[in-house]
């Protein structure tokens, strides 16, 4: 029911504002947020129709790190200003020159956290109590879709973008947000992302903004990039859970699985992460295009969510280690079935599960995850 209301939300969002689509509209273009020294240059560049209003537009940022993830740590509210007439609105720390909107909360600097975080823009009709969210958990379920759109008030999703850093198999990136990083350099959190060109071109996913400060163009036209600008970014959480959740293992826990990366088969960027294994146990993924629930297979203590033609990672087998994980990094043009590995191509939706050891002798499986590729 969650998912359909922010789904139903979405299509209200999307008629409300088509009919004035043509006339206005506003979008993300760039953002800063770390830097050499102390971090009193951040900024956020929307671009938009000179002259339109933003009240009722708001920008959140909703945390991503751990333990702290899915609380709302910013909420700034655009109301009675509007664009200017060169078309672009910069938010910033009060240094930086040129500023429409001074976002200071923590005092000259340090106003955006270095971390993983998703951006919201957005419009509704009640900026108090988005205002009054403030702090927090905005996903206490942890199905990584926030309550924004339950609330009571209007909420418009105008666009989302995250931005993670190196250890993000541990963070969030919520309502399905394109998600951009890390730096491979460091690897670090990107400084800086931003559109080559300016909007509507899309977000530069490989080439980030100088952590040294050269060449920023706050309130101004954007550079242009030979960045790769696939639409999947550098991937973030992916697909949609099922059969879940499994049955415990000797954990006391039942193993759960997760996929990070993109949807779209070009980038041939899916990994696959079981975790609440049990410790030092093997297991191998299977996949296949057909759901199924067969409980306790071959006297196993799991259920097997997939069924027809089921392929195995059989030359993949993993080990859950220390750590009770394994993960696996896939290559669409070799996924697995009985007759030969095929390609993944886009429209086809594929699930996947891990069977696993456990302790005495037995196994389990963990819930099935399906992902719809483009």
């Given at each position: 029911m969650h998912t359909s209301l922010r789904k139903l939300s979405g299509f209200i969002g999307c008629a409300l504002l088509g009919s004035v689509a043509n006339a206005q509209q506003v979008n993300f273009n760039e953002i800063f947020a770390s830097h050499t020294g102390v971090d009193d240059q951040e900024y956020i560049e929307l671009i938009g129709t000179p002259g339109m209003s933003l009240?009722?537009?708001?920008?959140?940022?909703?945390?991503?790190?751990?333990?702290?993830?899915?609380?709302?740590d910013r909420a700034w509210d655009l109301t009675g200003f509007s664009v200017p007439t060169d078309g672009y609105f910069l938010m910033a720390d009060p240094l930086v020159t040129g500023l429409d909107y001074d976002?200071?909360?923590?005092?000259?600097?340090?106003?955006?956290e270095n971390g993983t975080q998703t951006y919201y823009l957005i419009w509704t009709d009640d900026t108090a109590?988005?205002?009054?969210?403030?702090?927090?958990?905005?996903?206490?379920?942890?199905?990584?879709?926030?309550?924004?759109?339950?609330l009571p008030a209007t909420v418009n999703f105008i666009e989302l973008i995250a931005v993670y850093d190196p250890d993000?198999?541990?963070d969030e990136i919520f309502d399905g947000a394109l998600g951009l990083g890390?730096?491979?350099?460091?690897?670090?959190?990107?400084?800086?992302?931003?559109?080559?060109?300016?909007?509507?071109?899309?977000?530069?996913t490989d080439d980030w903004l100088d952590f040294f400060l050269g060449g920023l163009t706050p309130g101004s036209m954007n550079p242009s990039s030979s960045c790769t600008q696939s639409g999947g970014g550098n991937g973030g959480p992916i697909g949609t859970n099922y059969c879940g959740p499994g049955n415990v293992n000797s954990t006391g826990s039942p193993a759960v699985l997760s996929a990070f990366g993109s949807t779209?088969?070009?980038?041939?960027?899916?990994?696959?992460?079981?975790?609440?294994?049990?410790?030092?146990?093997?297991?191998?993924?299977?996949?296949?295009?057909?759901?199924g629930f067969i409980p306790f297979p071959g006297g196993s203590q799991g259920n097997l969510c997939i069924s027809g033609s089921v392929g195995r990672y059989s030359t993949s087998i993993g080990n859950s280690g220390t750590t009770g994980a394994i993960t696996l990094a896939l290559d669409l043009s070799q996924t697995p079935q009985p007759a030969g590995?095929?390609?993944?191509?886009?429209?086809?939706?594929?699930?996947?599960?891990?069977?696993?050891?456990?302790?005495?002798?037995?196994?389990?499986?963990?819930?099935?995850?399906?992902?719809?590729?483009?």
């Open positions: 009240s009722g537009y708001m920008v959140l940022i909703i945390e991503g790190d751990n333990p702290l993830g899915g609380s709302l976002i200071s909360v923590t005092g000259p600097d340090n106003n955006i109590l988005i205002q009054s969210l403030l702090g927090a958990d905005l996903d206490v379920d942890g199905d990584l879709i926030t309550d924004l759109t339950t993000f198999t541990a890390p730096d491979l350099g460091g690897p670090y959190l990107p400084a800086g992302i931003f559109k080559p060109d300016d909007n509507p071109n899309g977000w530069c779209f088969v070009v980038d041939n960027f899916v990994t696959l992460t079981s975790s609440q294994l049990p410790l030092n146990q093997f297991g191998y993924y299977i996949t296949s295009q057909t759901q590995p095929v390609t993944i191509i886009a429209g086809e939706s594929w699930n996947w599960q891990l069977w696993h050891r456990d302790k005495g002798g037995n196994s389990n499986f963990t819930d099935g995850i399906q992902i719809t590729f483009q």
